[in-house]
């Protein structure tokens, strides 16, 4: 047995077999039975003979066109699916380590690729380039002949070992089948780890090379409570920690049984808990674990899929999904963040950037007639972002009453997630209608540590004085202009954290949906009136350990204590 440790991104156990997703380039690779290896290899000839016809056609096309010059190119290709170099190898990876096709023709273009680099001839050595597009080729028509979902043919309760996982591969999982997973990068706060947690999946992220220290088949324990993952445990190791996720399971169907509405501390100070989703198929499991209304709707999220492009540019849409927000939830209040610069450039095409961002803003007016709607506008540095968007919805607002339209009121509000915009809060709360404080950018721009780094996750600190004085800041700036400000980052899960933004004034967070029942029991076993001074003595004190070992011992126990699930001690913790 092999133990590792890494970042645990979301709690609980997962045991089973391993399947491989090596998404750099997109192939997964997991055991075929031995009974279905024959239809493996039908599945990969009919994949290779379709990319042949596909790749006459490219080149008929190209004589039609008076291109035939062109035509070797795609002439080169041909020959290569006819290459014994590549049939060959890649029949033998099927037959011989039971293969799917996917990672067989990945293997055997990548052989391949490698013979081309040790040539001298610079013509053939370019051919390298060719061999990756031929793999890419075949691979895209394996999946559509599947025609299905990915991991449709793992086996329940496999655990998935990655390079890296995205968000957009995640949400495709059938994560009933697949129990867990366990990455080469990643933190805590991206968003496939917020994703992760939102659904219930153990998992450990940023274990460096654990995708190359397993192989398909082999037996992982994945536990997201302890932060490690063991490789080939002993049947005992392995059964014992069946067992842990078995208690892991019943205990989160407890939690599941919350009702809606506030969190309330001992002393009866309520907590407001919305939540933070980037499906509008999430808002039904927020309202089951106890959302009151939806604090965060990441709109970047519907830009992640293959349909970005007429998604971006269809109000009509836009409008039907926003209107869901309410009708699936029947959430009290929605906040939609508008899509990032960054996201609408990645589709815009052939539109202006400009026009895709009135698209979603009279979307959203036309759909704020159903309920409490409210916009976050995202990366505020200064007033200045504020008021182009302020102007930018008076424009749209006047689009849709000249052509009858019903433009509905919104409220307006800055995302604190840079320093600047928390340095000049009290000039934003005279513009903002609400604030919204995102930790998780504020932190990695505050301390210059990148999420997503092993070596800058090292310095990623919440609880470092800088961001806690940049918090408090924020509180007090809308404390005193009355502003409503929410905090919307993974801080707001940390149970370490909670008892100190509560002691600093804070009454609303926004969190991933799993992480509300737990959040509402720790909230419950906390008294407001004590935790304002617990708060301005952390403030006192120069680090962050500092901080996290006096607010331990000021509680009277390490918070996290009471939500760990993987210890010897958890079936005693309810």
């Known amino acids: 047995m092999r133990r590792l440790t890494g970042t645990g991104v979301s709690h609980g156990v997962a045991v089973g077999p391993v399947v491989m997703l090596m998404q750099n380039p997109l192939v997964i690779r997991f055991a075929i039975p031995p009974d279905r290896i024959d239809d493996e290899l039908t599945r990969l000839r009919d994949a290779r003979e379709r990319s042949k016809r596909q790749l006459h056609e490219i080149g008929a096309r190209l004589n039609q066109r008076a291109r035939a010059e062109l035509r070797y190119l795609f002439e080169a290709q ?21 293969a799917n096709a996917e990672w067989a023709v990945w293997r055997a273009c990548a052989g391949l690729a490698a013979v081309f680099d040790e040539v001298e001839d610079p013509y053939l050595r370019e051919r390298k380039g060719e061999m990756a597009d031929l793999s890419g080729r075949v691979r895209m028509n394996l999946r559509r002949a599947r025609e299905s979902a990915l991991f449709d043919d793992v086996e329940e309760g496999a655990v998935l070992v990655a390079d890296q996982l995205s968000p957009s591969i995640a949400a495709q ?3 009933t089948k697949i129990h867990g997973f366990a990455t080469d990068t990643g933190s805590r706060t991206d968003h496939t780890a917020i994703l992760a947690r939102s ?3 153990p998992a450990v992220m940023g274990l460096l090379d654990v995708s190359g ?4 088949g082999t037996t992982l324990v994945v536990d997201g409570t302890m932060s490690e993952v063991l490789i080939a445990p002993s049947p005992a190791e392995a059964a014992d920690y069946r067992g842990r996720r078995q208690r892991w399971v019943a205990m989160q169907t407890r939690r599941e049984r919350q009702g809606v509405g506030p969190a309330r501390t001992l002393d009866g100070v309520e907590i407001r808990i919305d939540a933070n989703i980037e499906r509008v198929a999430d808002v039904e499991v927020a309202r089951q674990q106890g959302a009151q209304g939806i604090g965060l709707f990441r709109s970047e999220f519907l830009l992640a899929s293959a349909d970005a492009p007429a998604i971006a540019a269809s109000e009509a849409l836009q409008v039907e999904l926003y209107r869901q927000l309410f009708d699936r939830g029947r959430a009290d209040s929605v ?5 990032t610069a960054s996201a ?4 815009a095409g052939d539109h202006d950037v400009g026009d895709l961002r009135r698209v979603q803003l009279r979307a959203v007016l036309r759909a704020a007639g159903d309920g409490q709607l409210n916009i976050l506008v995202p990366t505020v540095s200064g007033v200045g972002d504020l008021r182009d968007v302020r102007a930018m919805i008076a424009e749209s607002r006047a689009a849709l009453e000249r052509r009858g339209d019903r433009a509905g009121q919104v409220a307006i509000g800055a995302m604190i997630e840079v320093p600047s915009a928390a340095l000049t809060a009290d000039v934003l709360a005279r513009e903002a209608d609400f604030f919204s404080i995102g930790t998780n950018d504020l932190v990695q721009y505050t301390l210059g540590a990148s999420r997503t780094e092993p070596r800058g996750a090292a310095l990623y600190e919440p609880l470092h004085p800088a961001v806690l004085r940049l918090i408090r800041q924020v509180l007090d700036a809308a404390a005193g202009s009355n502003v409503p400000v929410a905090l919307c980052g993974e801080m707001a899960t940390d149970p370490v954290a909670i008892p100190l933004l509560i002691g600093l004034g804070l009454r609303t967070v ?14 419950g076993q906390l008294r407001a009136s004590e935790l304002r001074e617990v708060a301005d003595r952390a403030m006192s004190l120069a680090t962050a350990a500092e901080i996290e070992e006096y607010l331990a011992d000021a509680l009277g126990r390490d918070p996290r204590d009471e939500l760990t699930l993987g210890s ?3 079936g005693a913790t309810t």
């Open 510 to 523: 926004s969190m991933n949906p799993a992480a509300i029942p737990t959040t509402k029991q720790l909230i």
């Open 568 to 570: 010897a001690t958890e």
């Open 78 to 98: 041909i020959l290569m699916l006819d290459d014994p170099l590549f049939v060959n190898r890649a029949e033998e990876l099927v037959r011989s380590e039971h």
């Open 213 to 216: 220290q397993v192989s398909p």
């Open 173 to 175: 999982i059938d994560w």
């Open 335 to 339: 906040t939609i963040r508008l899509f």
């Open 199 to 201: 659904l219930h999946v």
């Open 344 to 347: 609408l450039e990645e589709v």
